[in-house]
């Protein structure tokens, strides 16, 4: 068989490629003479090999000479010709990079548009065509292929570019704190993917190996629960992308890769807020005790109690968030203030007051606040505040705790064991999972109450639906406090 005139064999029997430069490029890339090694014996395969090089060698020469690049060492000359013969063609190369578990980096150069695309297939077809002429099997003519439609986006961008896109659209909605951590997760996944890389090509299998690698080097369950509710949760990185139409509609990909199992969904309600028993109720509220509290406290702390409400909730009230409907005194859970947010859509709600909140004077106290010109229901509540404007309800509650619970079983206790002693108290009562729900703003798994159910009015809160369906007005701690208390 004639060797080619571009294939050289050494008396070992290996084979090496040489091309030479073109004379106009010699100064360019400061050589006269290509040579590489193909690492290989077998004649047929050297001379695809050498085929695909003088392909590519010939696809970067028209580059340099397109570009007008004055200077191109041989070392970017290799790197160019590299990435033309893994199928990057005459197309501008982007760089996707992927990390597997036990380290080892994929590196994966792709095309930015649908039309650099149809360019490099009709090439790439001609080109193979040439490939298996020029070992003697068939005739260089273009060969047709069909290739599965793409989905489509509105726009290509790079990860980086997205990432500050996503951030910048959050920020403003987002508590300090919060946004620090969603930052951390999302640079994360960019770094760890490369900036450069366009978001629409990322795939499922990308962010398996993502969440692996952070396994990997320590993180929790809950530490990557938290990062895929953030870069793949409703809201979150993803689900911002494809409602802008950076990437293709249908499947989110960084969903559905990281759960509990049940021996860690065990021990996370082992380890989580305990909801506090009748006599640590009574112990926490006794007049005694209760009178150590400020003012703004013990409201604070009342509410939480008779409301279910989060301490983020609370702090956030406006004076005009407690208000009539109809005849009923109620407390508003809104975010239509300034600096006002809830947690979840379902947590905008309204919530009757509790006929022992009423007793105790909540509502003297709030007029009282409304006569002193004070729009926020507890000023020392700041809306800019780094860990939110519940932090200071928090703080004082765990304060007066440690004072009072210093001889209880150790557990974790603090403002949201109000919440859970709330809800667990309405559950004994037989209040409804749906009237529950809609009082403290939770969510039922049921597609079937999210569809068909419609939200309770105030007077079916505080009520209930019968004499078998109790509302909140059943509940009673029989607390000893009176209106003295609160002074």
Not at 203 to 217: E, I, M, T, V
Not at 433 to 444: D, K, M, N, P, T
Not at 445 to 460: K, L, V
Request: net charge positive; aromatic share 8%; proline share 4%.
């Amino acid at each position: 068989m004639r060797i080619p005139h571009n294939l050289v064999r050494a008396a070992s029997g290996h084979y090496s490629f040489r091309q030479r430069v073109p004379g106009d490029l010699h100064a360019v890339v400061g050589l006269r003479l290509i040579k590489r090694a193909l690492n290989t014996a077998d004649t047929s395969c050297a001379r695809m090999r050498a085929t695909v090089l003088a392909s590519s060698y010939a696809q970067a020469y028209d580059l340099l000479r397109e570009r007008s690049v004055e200077k191109f060492g041989k070392k970017d000359l290799e790197d160019l010709v590299e990435r033309l013969s893994k199928g990057a063609g005459r197309n501008d190369l982007t760089l996707h990079r992927t990390q597997a578990a036990d380290g080892t980096i994929t590196e994966r150069w792709q095309m930015d548009s649908e039309e650099d695309v149809k360019l490099f297939r009709q090439a790439q077809a001609q080109a193979n065509a040439a490939e298996v002429a020029a070992i003697g099997v068939l005739d260089p003519t273009p060969v047709r292929r069909t290739h599965a439609s793409r989905p489509q986006v509105t726009e290509t961008i790079s990860l980086e570019k997205a990432r500050d896109a996503w951030l910048a659209s959050i920020k403003p909605r987002t508590l300090p704190k919060t946004y620090t951590i969603k930052l951390a997760a999302v640079e994360s996944l960019v770094s760890f993917l490369g900036p450069k890389s366009k978001l629409h090509t990322v795939s499922r299998p990308d962010l398996a190996r993502w969440y692996q690698h952070l396994r990997d080097n320590g993180a929790s369950t809950p530490t990557l629960t938290n990062k895929q509710s953030y870069v793949g949760g409703k809201g979150g990185f993803f689900d911002w992308s494809i409602a802008s139409g950076f990437y293709p509609k249908g499947d989110n990909p960084a969903t559905g890769h990281v759960s509990y199992s049940l021996r860690e969904k065990r021990a996370r309600r082992k380890l989580g807020f305990k909801a506090y028993d009748h006599e640590q109720i009574q112990t926490i509220f006794s007049p005694s005790n209760f009178e150590k509290l400020s003012q703004n406290a013990k409201w604070a702390s009342l509410i939480g109690l008779y409301t279910g409400a989060r301490a983020s909730e609370v702090g956030q009230l406006l004076v005009t968030d407690v208000f009539n409907e109809g005849k009923l005194a109620c407390i508003r859970i809104s975010d239509e203030g300034e600096n006002q947010k809830v947690k979840t859509e379902v947590s905008l709600r309204t919530v009757p007051l509790h006929p022992a909140l009423i007793e105790l004077g909540l509502l003297v106290w709030v007029e009282s606040r409304r006569a002193a010109g004070h729009k926020r229901l507890f000023p020392q509540a700041k809306g800019t505040a780094l860990n939110g404007q519940g932090n200071w309800i928090t703080k004082a509650f765990s304060r007066h705790l440690s004072v009072i619970g210093k001889d209880w079983p150790k557990a974790k206790r603090g403002f949201h064991s109000l919440r859970k002693t709330f809800i667990q108290e309405l559950q004994g009562l037989g209040v409804s999972s749906e009237l529950r729900a809609q009082i403290v703003g939770h969510e039922l798994d049921d597609e079937h109450h999210a569809t068909y159910s419609r939200d309770f009015t105030a007077a079916e809160k505080l009520n209930g639906m019968g004499k078998h369906s109790p509302g909140l007005a059943a509940l009673n701690y029989k607390l000893r406090l009176g209106p003295d208390s609160m002074d």
